[in-house]
């Protein structure tokens, strides 16, 4: 049992809930807003995506299980995406239209790059 429960942790549930946290403390921490805060959230849009194209490094780790290992990075990716661009934006101390059109095309990039990584991984593996 311990050992089927070691296959499934280090997933991709796993990753997004870390980078979730890493946000909302980064969030929190903009509470004066500084400029340079304000353009790293701002940025959030193309960084997601960066970080969603790792998850599909977890098919080189062994240890990993990875019967049904595409759905949990499909529907990880999507929350976690969704959770942390929604966080993230929503802590810019501007909200305008431009913050709506980041995170419309930070989730359109994150499907993007889980199309391209689901491709790569069927040809690959």
């Known amino acids: ?11 991709p549930e796993i990753f997004w809930a870390v980078i979730y946290l890493v946000v ?30 790792l998850l599909f ?5 062994q240890a990993i299980e990875k019967t049904g290992l595409l759905l949990r990075v499909w529907v ?25 059109t980041a995170y419309i095309i930070g989730m359109l990039l994150v499907f993007f790059v889980l199309i391209c990584g689901s491709i790569f991984v069927k040809i690959r593996f």
């Open 24 to 53: 909302m403390l980064l969030a929190q921490r903009n509470t004066p807003p500084t400029k340079s805060m304000d353009d790293f959230l701002e940025n959030l849009f193309l960084y997601v995506p960066l970080v969603t194209a």
């Open 1 to 11: 049992m311990v050992s089927r429960i070691m296959h499934l942790l280090p997933g």
């Open 57 to 61: 490094g977890l098919w080189y780790i």
């Open 76 to 100: 990880a990716g999507i929350f976690g995406g969704h959770f942390v661009l929604d966080k993230g934006l929503g802590a810019h101390s501007q909200q305008g239209p431009g913050i709506g």
